[in-house]
């Protein structure tokens, strides 16, 4: 961070847009890849993994893993990053880009109804709103796709499969975080991801052109390191809850992408429903604890910020895009 960074921080608003705007376009490029879910998700980590992992060899952050209290929940959750990317490609293959990204941001409405079971923390009456809200954004969500409409209905119910695995990962790595550092618990995610994806292109009927190539090294390179980067950068100049506002623009930029690339209009009842998630998503940012400057902070994606204000005031970290 330079000294003219820290004079002006509203350059810290600026990388974290950077960041959402890549993120917007995930199902853009999911959408134009004419692979599995599972395959695609399999490049993107391989392509990824030396990006990321390269430092933390590096800087001998490999040490961190000699604790082994959670090392089994630590290597596990990398096999449910994996699921739950597979889910959130499903549903950008079978929905609408849309419905599959506000399905996602179900996840720290999850959290916030677990946590209390799961991680023993305190049940909050200020999520019975923001319950409610989302609640009803999915179910209008899901009577537009229609039950009798099979593939409409497969994606919605990815989305919600995927906002609700990465629920569960928001909730495993507060649990790791107690332990690892932001930088073991995600190269250990991906190196355990990548070894249990290992099969999925080789599964594959055809092999991917020179263009889709391009588009999935884009996938790893950019939509994963590169974004990580610009929005960790981000997040060292800007209070918390002013970052996870900013992230909205990453679902905004989705349904303006699939409008302009894949003229996909989504209709008023899908934006209704999409709304209503968004709105109980800032409710409870809104009745959040005072956010902080985390100088130096160690974080992973938007997600896990909004769940830091549910129930933890401290940053919790979680990439998972």
Same mark, same amino acid.
Request: glycine share 6%.
């Given at each position: 961070?330079?000294? $003219?960074?820290?004079?002006?921080?509203?350059?810290?608003?600026?990388?974290?847009?950077?960041? *959402?705007?890549?993120?917007?376009?995930?199902?853009?490029?999911?959408?134009?890849? @004419?692979?599995?879910?599972?395959?695609?998700? *399999?490049?993107?980590?391989?392509?990824?993994?030396?990006?990321?992992?390269?430092?933390?060899?590096?800087?001998?952050?490999?040490? $961190?893993?000699?604790?082994?209290?959670?090392?089994?929940?630590?290597?596990?959750?990398?096999?449910?990053?994996?699921?739950?990317? +597979?889910?959130?490609?499903?549903?950008?293959?079978?929905?609408?880009? &849309?419905?599959?990204?506000?399905?996602?941001?179900?996840?720290?409405?999850?959290?916030?109804?677990?946590?209390?079971?799961?991680?023993?923390? @305190?049940?909050? @009456?200020?999520?019975?709103?923001?319950?409610?809200?989302?609640?009803?954004?999915?179910?209008?969500?899901?009577?537009?796709?229609?039950?009798?409409?099979?593939?409409?209905?497969? !994606?919605?119910?990815? !989305?919600?499969?995927?906002?609700?695995?990465?629920?569960?990962?928001?909730? *495993? $790595?507060?649990?790791?975080?107690?332990?690892?550092?932001?930088?073991?618990?995600?190269?250990?995610?991906?190196?355990? &991801?990548?070894?249990?994806?290992?099969? &999925?292109?080789?599964?594959?009927? /055809?092999?991917?052109?020179? +263009?889709? &190539?391009?588009?999935?090294?884009?996938?790893?390179?950019?939509?994963?390191?590169?974004?990580?980067? #610009?929005?960790?950068?981000?997040?060292? #100049? /800007?209070?918390?809850?002013?970052?996870?506002?900013?992230?909205?623009?990453? =679902?905004?930029?989705?349904?303006?992408?699939?409008? #302009?690339?894949?003229?996909?209009? @989504?209709?008023?009842?899908?934006?209704?429903?999409?709304?209503?998630?968004?709105?109980?998503?800032?409710?409870?940012? *809104?009745?959040?604890? =005072?956010?902080?400057?985390?100088?130096?902070?160690?974080?992973? +994606?938007? #997600?896990?910020?909004? /769940?830091?204000?549910?129930?933890?005031?401290?940053?919790?970290?979680?990439?998972?895009?």
């Amino acid at each position: 961070m330079t000294k $003219d960074d820290e004079k002006h921080p509203r350059t810290g608003y600026a990388w974290i847009a950077s960041a *959402a705007l890549i993120w917007g376009s995930i199902g853009i490029i999911v959408r134009i890849i @004419p692979l599995s879910p599972l395959a695609t998700v *399999a490049y993107r980590v391989w392509f990824s993994l030396p990006l990321l992992l390269i430092p933390w060899l590096r800087h001998r952050r490999i040490l $961190d893993l000699r604790d082994g209290a959670h090392s089994k929940l630590l290597f596990g959750s990398g096999v449910l990053q994996a699921v739950a990317w +597979t889910a959130f490609f499903t549903a950008f293959k079978y929905t609408t880009v &849309a419905n599959a990204v506000l399905l996602l941001y179900t996840a720290p409405i999850i959290v916030a109804i677990l946590a209390p079971y799961i991680l023993r923390e @305190p049940r909050q @009456p200020r999520v019975y709103l923001p319950l409610l809200l989302a609640t009803l954004g999915t179910i209008l969500i899901f009577s537009n796709a229609g039950l009798g409409e099979q593939v409409e209905t497969l !994606g919605v119910l990815s !989305g919600l499969t995927a906002g609700f695995l990465f629920a569960l990962l928001i909730m *495993a $790595d507060r649990k790791l975080s107690q332990t690892y550092t932001s930088q073991s618990i995600v190269s250990a995610q991906l190196i355990s &991801a990548a070894i249990i994806l290992a099969p &999925a292109p080789f599964l594959e009927q /055809t092999t991917p052109s020179l +263009t889709e &190539a391009a588009l999935l090294v884009i996938l790893g390179l950019v939509h994963t390191g590169f974004a990580l980067y #610009l929005y960790l950068k981000g997040l060292r #100049l /800007t209070p918390a809850q002013h970052a996870v506002v900013i992230q909205y623009l990453e =679902p905004a930029s989705a349904i303006f992408y699939a409008a #302009l690339l894949l003229s996909e209009l @989504p209709d008023t009842t899908s934006l209704l429903g999409g709304g209503l998630i968004v709105a109980a998503n800032l409710i409870l940012i *809104a009745k959040g604890r =005072p956010a902080k400057h985390y100088s130096g902070l160690k974080a992973k +994606t938007a #997600l896990t910020q909004k /769940t830091t204000q549910i129930s933890q005031p401290r940053p919790v970290r979680r990439y998972c895009r």
